[in-house]
């Protein structure tokens, strides 16, 4: 291919929506243009780049048995509704872009196929002779993300990879799982790409177990905790780890402790000489339903911080039998309560001051004054309205959902209580009183919650594992090691589904003893354009992209110094003709541009090798340069297929790197 | 490939769903599942289909210089508002999905992608220097047709390649159009389709010419009209012809004539002795803008009919200047009226009587009692409410777009009045009064207009080419020949756009004298998912599919008579070894089924060639069966290879078929 007939357009600065360095070389060097937010076109550059990378996901996943297929992008709300997702896809923070059509039915943009794969599995599938089968499909897929950024990392439209298997059992589901995970390693590496592989957690997916491959690169948006020893790795939504031990409070009877103003736990700890593991820290929230509001008292050591995730798994497995799919968790604010459209007023709620016995009838807005906001996104705060500081899990979407038409809603009138099980196991803490200015010393979870109206069971939290894993955190198969963090970009995302999907949608088979049963399932996702985009995080310099060479969309450039000089010019045009009869991937650079331009080109394009083509041509004379190390040879023309064919057919594999 | 691992389902009944043979193989074949109205699931065997057909549309564009790209589904508003197309393809019988973000933002999903490419030819495309380009990509596109149907020949979402070109002057856009039609006829050919090149509308692509490609098929959704000799080809929705001339009426002084009852045409000419060529018919409609309704009165000879897209085309080139896009057109009826939110009321218009000089004044509602709908959809009625009957070009979309909620729209005061040239040319003609059971005999336009109030000018029509052509018309460039018609599946279109889009977006180049001027631009369609089907439509028998080698799933089909069978299991198994081995696409049929079942299975999948290894394989003999002729030999096994692989290799290009 000619430079000039690629409708090639390179930008010398740095355009002002990238704020990552591969989405700015990806829009400088002409691989992709910006459509609208989180909406880019593929240029043809790019699209070689995709393209290389579906044929290898084809080879690997064909290999292992698995079937292509191609399922709608648009897909009927009937089937979200059957398997209960469309409310948590649509409404909210739901990120599935929906539409009616002229016919007034309601319709999803497919950012994921489990309800429309299960339902023809429900068709085609039949009988245990028929499984185990894997289908995948390489498509374009929707998501109307609150943030899109960073080009192709979170866009709103991308290239995706997704799989589903279905088993008799749930053996063969384990074994398929197992073969995919060794098939992503493949493919990532024939990529060029350096990845780790770590629990995850499985998410608006569902299902018993997942694991997410990582590219690391700085600019990833996953924080991923590892052991030294490379035994353990997890994202940090999911990771787990061993606390620290909390220093023991001097025994002694409750009391009441003035704290004019303290209510940061910073503040405590400076005014009477607490440690942090010795406070038990609340924070108020609520979680929006479909018609509901539940909301929420979460109990914390006072050293630790609130995974975000931890606690959306654990009110959905409370809340969603009852009221359906979690669509937000917001802090318990004014703001919140008015962007839902509920009555802006609540009981006298101390909040920098609230302790785990806060009384349910708080909630009610006749009960005294409005003291709403007092303390929203103070860090540390013994008894805030959200955990917004600290080096923890930032919240997933900070900032409030934009207001749509509420249903009307209703506030549920007692606390879902929580705790993580380190506040739990404290013997005796100190706590907020539920009044300004005030806290307990030597509170105990005991007396505390003897006071409840409804007996002491009223007020006594769920107990569960509520807090983010921190790097340097002992580790749980080794507490002699400690949990290091990297960053990561997600790439790839393997799930054990079981029979979630199978059992909502009737999808059954007939097993060998002639009974129906619900199909076990697997799914296996592969961001294809993220990949590409990955790829350039991690291989790159000051001067552009550098591509691994079996995805590069080129895999040599020839470049005439002066395209006006004859003898270089038919060198140029001789050696292209020579490489690509061998089957090389070349491009020509045959723009009437200066040396200099056109090199600095090559080496921002990313093409894995240059033959430059300059004054020593008269004696047959170029020069090879490799992108990757700048290693620079002077070779006789007539060497150069022999020198470079089997060199970068060496290098299409891929794995070497 | 082993059939036990294919999830194949096949169906012994014909589905109730499906109206045509191809729709009803390709269901019964398991190679597609209906996931709604006109969205199906693309099973393993039809992605294998749809990947060879991509495969050689690459192929052959790539060779022409075109360069691959893929730009996003998802297109903000505001670039269809630059063109002008987003009312006309989201309002009314506009089949643009659309939907509003979570920003509140207005997306649609792509039917085409002229303004998203003239926008980055604007960014990307400065200089001559770069000049020409020609750009494609296949992809999944969406229309929310009016009325899905076929399977996958009119479906709300398929796959197409589409491709747009830039040129720095016409005479370059005139030779890649050139150029893409040869591609085009390539492509077609090595998919084993007979497909014929037509002349074309360009719809609401827009541009100066277009043409269609079609698979002559039963089936067929579009009329083509074609000259014995071959040199003409046109759809019917744009063909011209010499119309039969008229039988000259007897010259008398004008004068009324009492037709009571006589509505129709076909009642008139009997009652009178007239022959349709005398008469004038006059079709009352009413085409629909955004804010505006505007009335239509349009003149036809007694012996034509109207060409609808004729008409349209017209209406636009009259009121889109000022309206913004027609909409949709209908017969001015009360339900029509009704539908839009207009009065209902009209004044004294006779409808069946009506005849070229009706007053404008009879549109206002306070003229007089309501009379409408007395004759709407009366064939040949001479003074109708529409031309529904006879031959002639089917309404579009006979059925009203349905009620949606409707801005506040304003009837126009006055009629658009058109006459076919047919019609305009008659010195003399029979035509309604006005009154109802009576006609004018020997009128004139010059006689019939002097009464207007506004003066002759006020009454008199327009005159156009408005009229369909007919089978058996004789054709404009040879009038000794006559017009023949066959059906065909349109496959491909392209078209010549000019500078409609560059100009409407700004996307100028600088021209080899340095000023700036609008980049010429062409643009190129292949329906793919729709050439799949066509393909079974035009190959096919009563057993089942005849897929073209070129474009079918597999190649071969190795069939064991019976698994159970050692001897022929292990034969079978090693065919299908060896012919894997040589580069044969085999499927082996390992299921535990009848011999009988398997036969009809493999002629239903319509697998090129079929390799039976039954009872003679002791002797090493197997049979060879021909899916398309049906022709059956007995070979021994050893010579398969050598006799079929090269006859497969041939069979490839698809050319020869």
Not at 321 to 337: F, K
Not at 535 to 561: C, K, M, N, T, Y
Request: hydrophobic share 45%; glycine share 10%.
């Amino acid at each position: 291919m000619r430079v000039s007939r690629l409708m090639l357009v390179t930008l010398r600065d740095d355009p002002a929506e990238a704020e990552i360095v591969s989405h700015r070389l990806l829009l400088r060097a002409g691989y992709i243009r910006r459509i609208s937010s989180g909406i880019y076109a593929y240029l043809p550059l790019l699209w070689r780049v995709l393209q290389k990378i579906s044929a290898i996901v084809r080879q690997e996943l064909n290999a292992s048995g698995a079937l292509e297929t191609l399922l709608p992008q648009l897909q009927p709300a009937e089937l979200w509704q059957s398997s209960g997702r469309w409310a948590g896809y649509t409404a909210g923070e739901g990120i599935m872009f929906h539409l009616v059509d002229r016919q007034g039915r309601e319709l999803g943009l497919g950012p994921t196929h489990e309800e429309v794969i299960t339902s023809l599995a429900a068709d085609l599938l039949r009988s245990y002779r028929q499984l185990p089968v894997n289908l995948y499909q390489i498509q374009t897929k929707f998501r109307d993300e609150i943030r899109p950024r960073f080009g192709l990392m979170r866009g709103r439209e991308f290239i995706m990879k997704d799989g589903y298997s279905f088993h008799a059992n749930e053996e063969c589901l384990r074994a398929t799982y197992a073969s995919m995970d060794q098939v992503y390693r493949r493919i990532f590496a024939r990529c060029g790409l350096r990845a780790v592989a770590v629990e995850a957690d499985s998410g608006a997916i569902g299902g018993s177990a997942s694991q997410e491959f990582m590219v690391t690169a700085a600019a990833g948006e996953d924080l991923i905790l590892t052991s030294g020893d490379g035994s353990y790795a997890a994202n940090q939504e999911r990771a787990v780890s061993l606390p620290a031990a909390a220093v023991p409070l001097a025994a002694s009877p409750p009391s009441e402790l003035a704290t004019p103003g303290q209510s940061s736990i910073d503040d405590l700890c400076a005014a009477h000489g607490f440690d942090p593991s010795q406070l038990v820290k609340v924070l108020l929230m609520a979680a929006r339903f479909g018609r509901q509001v539940q909301p929420l008292l979460v109990c914390l050591r006072g050293d630790q911080q609130l995974n975000e995730v931890k606690l959306t798994n654990a009110v959905s497995a409370a809340c969603a039998p009852r009221y359906g799919p979690v669509l937000e968790i917001q802090p318990l604010t004014a703001a919140t309560l008015k962007a839902w459209g509920l009555p802006q007023g609540l009981g006298a709620i101390p909040f920098g001051f609230v302790g785990p016995h806060l009384a349910d009838h708080l909630l009610l807005a006749d009960q005294g004054p409005v003291v709403v906001d007092g303390f929203a996104g103070q860090a540390g705060a013994t008894g805030a309205v959200a955990d917004a500081g600290g080096a923890g899990a930032p919240l997933a979407n900070p900032q409030p959902a934009l207001a749509k038409p509420q249903p009307d809603l209703q506030l549920l009138p007692s606390f879902l209580r929580l705790a993580d099980s380190t506040a739990a196991e404290l013997e005796r803490f100190v706590c907020g009183a539920n009044r300004a200015d005030t806290h307990l010393m030597g509170a105990s979870w005991q007396q505390l919650c003897a006071s409840a109206e409804g007996g002491p069971g009223a007020l006594m939290p769920q107990v569960l594992d509520l807090r983010a894993a921190q790097p340097g955190d002992r580790c749980v198969h080794d507490p002699s090691q400690q949990l290091q963090a990297a960053r990561g970009i997600e790439v790839g995302h393997i799930f054990q589904l079981g029979r979630k999907y199978s059992q909502a949608l009737n999808a059954n088979f007939t097993n060998e003893a002639g009974s129906d049963e619900p199909l076990w399932m697997g799914c296996y996702g592969i961001g294809v354009s993220r990949l590409a985009q990955a790829a350039v995080e991690q291989h790159h310099d000051a001067q552009g992209i550098i591509w691994p060479l079996s995805i590069a969309p080129f895999e040599l450039i020839v470049v005439p110094a002066n395209i006006a000089d004859a003898v270089q010019a038919e060198l140029a045009e001789r050696l292209y003709a020579e490489l690509q009869a061998a089957g090389i991937e070349v491009l020509l650079d045959d723009r009437g541009e200066r040396a200099g331009v056109k090199f600095k080109d090559a080496d921002l394009l990313g093409i894995p090798w240059r033959l430059v083509v300059g004054r020593a041509a008269a004696e047959g004379i170029v020069e090879l340069v490799e992108r990757a190390t700048g290693h620079t040879s002077q070779l006789p023309a007539a060497e150069i297929s022999a020198t470079l064919v089997p060199r970068i057919q060496q290098q299409r594999s891929g794995l070497a790197q």
